[in-house]
């Protein structure tokens, strides 16, 4: 089979000189007879169709294998040198036999192209649309398609019956000039007798019987490529047929290929009591007939000649329907009764709500009432058809909401998707449900749906990356007279959290004779879980781990009382939020521990003179201390606690506070801060007001 196959790939390229990919080919079709082998092919282009009109074809065969045997050389044989449509002249007996044969001949011949006649009213117009040459083609290969026998006069096809039984050939259909098989892909097609299977028979005949014709259709899909094509037979007794005359019935939609599509012909009865008979037969792309298909019979159905027409329809104050209806007296005894019958569409499916009313009643009135319904009066025919009235809108008067839906839940994914869904609500007039979303607890909740979801699940996004941690949702219920619920429970949800906790910052520190006391001010984020302070020796280098000293805390400060005199630290604090992600570290805090913790004395004097007139406050301060790197001042007014207020030189002996106000206490602090670190004892004064 390997052997065969690279020898077909090589004989159908073979003498071929280099064509683009994307030029226009020969197509060819085939069917295997018990004797004969039919071939048909044509150009995929308007422009490769003219062209090979013009030049014609030559049909070449190469026997590839013979029995089991696969042929080392194949044997070829140039079945036909150059076959070209007939001249004109040689068309005309055929023009006037077939009307297939006219069109090819317009398309080859005529000076111009146009097709009038019959078929103008759909032919024509379609011709119309569409630039002449894509005209000739076009309608030439669908002629040529009808009957076999033209489209061999057009040099479109042969018939091989120089062919035996287990043999196998592969057929060349190649453009008769070198100029156009440059141009033109060749046409192949591999088969042999052994390949003959019987035509199938059409599928699926079905019939709608109506007054006084009946509508056929059968499925043409499945075999479409076999028939292109079908016979209608009909017959009043159930064995003899006769066609139906007129030509084959066909489509010409490529779309009726795709899926299970059907082909649908109406035709005329006699009368509504004469039992007709039907059957199809397909023809082949060959001209070949078909077998028949199944038989179908039927009776066309006579039509009730009286209509119902509804006069009145009106909701009552106790909510029921009355309806009043006309309809003629000599229609009576061709009706069974009446029927109300509702829907919730105009077009759609009634069904029956209210039966056995009398003939003879024209009123009724009916309780069950929806929210909105579509009812119709039916006449029960005795025979044939039943007749319905025109469908009328019942809306009674609805002013209750429907119940507050329940069970709202959902989820929200790393990747932002949320996934909502709840309860059904009951009612039968409910038109659906509105969502509802805000991104902070006291905000007012916005919908996110233009129009009622009818479905009890819902899919929303929403961004991760911004600063609220939680998304709320409400869900209302809506029907169909737009009546709204009250919301929901509202439901609180996560979202996952992507987003790191601001960075703490030391504030202050302290070194005192039992360590180094650190402050900081705490990550401002609101999911913060825990802060955690490492330190490290500077002396050891680069090389120096960081040690955690705090694991886990929410203070605000730490006193570091294991570190060792004469040595530098550096500190550094991060913010855990609870989701674990951790904040960038603080800058690191750099320490130089003093050879001997020992406090230092105080300042020994810190006074301080108001001057109401000016209103301003001086503090002077007296002190004798030595290696003094700079003095800082801290203020509090009233109970407030105190805060770094200036920082002055080692120097500076006095200072003025000109931001202050009558009436108010006053509290300063100030202590010393030394060369190596080390800070002195805290003096403090209070001032009661100016």
Not at 389 to 413: E, F, M, W
Not at 505 to 530: A, M, N, Q
């Amino acid at each position: 089979m390997k052997n065969i196959i690279i020898g077909l790939l090589l004989l159908i390229g073979a003498d071929m000189c280099a064509v683009a990919q994307d030029s226009a080919s020969i197509r060819v079709r085939y069917s295997v007879q018990q004797d004969a082998v039919l071939l048909r092919w044509g150009a995929d282009t308007p422009y490769a169709w003219k062209k090979t009109n013009r030049s014609g074809f030559r049909i070449e065969r190469y026997t590839v294998s013979r029995g089991k045997e696969v042929l080392v050389v194949p044997e070829k044989k140039v079945l036909v040198e150059v076959l070209k449509a007939l001249p004109l002249q040689e068309w005309i007996p055929y023009v006037e036999r077939d009307d297939n044969a006219g069109i090819i001949a317009q398309a080859l011949y005529g000076e111009d192209f146009q097709l009038t006649g019959e078929d103008s009213q759909g032919f024509a117009r379609m011709i119309n649309m569409a630039q002449e040459l894509d005209q000739r083609f076009t309608f030439s290969l669908y002629a040529a398609d009808q009957n076999f026998d033209i489209a061999c006069l057009a040099g479109w096809g042969y018939k091989d019956t120089d062919v035996k039984k287990g043999e196998r050939y592969l057929y060349r259909i190649v453009p008769a000039t070198y100029e156009d098989s440059c141009q033109i892909r060749l046409g192949s097609a591999f088969t042999g007798l052994d390949e003959y299977r019987p035509l199938p028979r059409p599928q699926e005949l079905a019939a709608v019987w109506n007054n006084k014709c009946v509508m056929l259709a059968w499925n043409y899909s499945n075999l479409a490529d076999v028939y292109n094509s079908y016979y209608i037979e009909k017959s009043v007794d159930g064995k003899k047929f006769t066609r139906i005359e007129g030509r084959p019935v066909s489509s010409i939609d490529e779309r009726q290929k795709e899926g299970d599509q059907r082909l649908f012909y109406v035709d005329s009865l006699s009368d509504n009591h004469t039992t007709f008979y039907y059957r199809i037969r397909g023809i082949s792309t060959f001209g070949e007939l078909g077998p028949v298909s199944d038989t179908l019979s039927g009776k066309g159905v006579n039509m009730l000649p009286y209509v119902p027409v509804i006069r009145k329809s009106i909701v009552n104050d106790k909510g029921e329907l009355e309806m009043e209806w006309q309809f003629e007296n000599e229609g009576e005894s061709f009706i069974e009764g009446f029927q109300l019958r509702m829907s919730d569409k105009a077009n759609g499916i009634y069904r029956t709500v209210a039966d056995d009313i009398s003939p003879s009643q024209r009123s009724l009135k009916y309780d069950k009432l929806n929210s909105g319904s579509y009812f119709v009066i039916k006449a029960v025919a005795l025979e044939g058809e039943s007749r319905s009235s025109y469908p009328v809108l019942i809306q009674p008067l609805d002013t209750v909401p429907p119940a507050v839906p329940l069970g709202l839940q959902g989820k929200i994914d790393s990747l932002g998707i949320v996934k909502l869904s709840w309860n059904p609500n009951t009612e039968s007039d409910l038109l659906g449900y509105l969502v509802y979303r805000a991104f902070t607890g006291t905000e007012e909740a916005v919908p996110v749906v233009k129009y009622p979801v009818t479905d009890t699940c819902y899919i929303d996004t929403v961004d991760n990356w911004n600063l609220n941690p939680v998304v709320y949702y409400y869900l209302v219920a809506v029907d169909q007279r737009y009546n709204q619920s009250d919301f929901s429970e509202r439901l609180d949800l996560v979202k996952p959290d992507f987003i790191p906790p601001v960075s703490p910052v030391f504030s202050d520190y302290h070194i005192g004779t039992e360590g180094v006391e650190l402050k900081w001010i705490c990550s401002p984020s609101e999911d913060v879980r825990e802060h955690r302070l490492y330190r490290k020796e500077k002396e050891t280098g680069d090389t120096a781990r960081w040690v955690i000293i705090l694991p886990g805390n929410q203070t605000d400060r730490y006193r570091d009382t294991s570190v060792q005199p004469g040595k530098k630290y550096a500190y550094t604090i991060f913010a855990v939020d609870k989701s674990g992600l951790v904040s960038l570290p603080t800058p690191a805090l750099n320490l130089v521990v003093p050879g001997a913790l020992k406090k230092k004395e105080g300042i020994t004097r810190l006074d301080a003179v108001v001057d109401k007139k000016n209103l301003l406050i001086k503090l002077v301060w007296k002190s004798d201390l030595k290696e003094v790197k700079n003095y800082e001042i801290y203020k509090s007014e009233g109970d407030a606690p105190y805060t770094l207020w200036k920082v002055v030189a080692g120097w500076q002996r006095e200072l003025l506070d000109e931001d202050v106000a009558v009436s108010m206490q006053y509290r300063y602090m100030i202590r010393a801060l030394f060369e190596n670190g080390g800070n002195s004892r805290i003096r403090e004064i209070i001032i009661k007001g100016l």
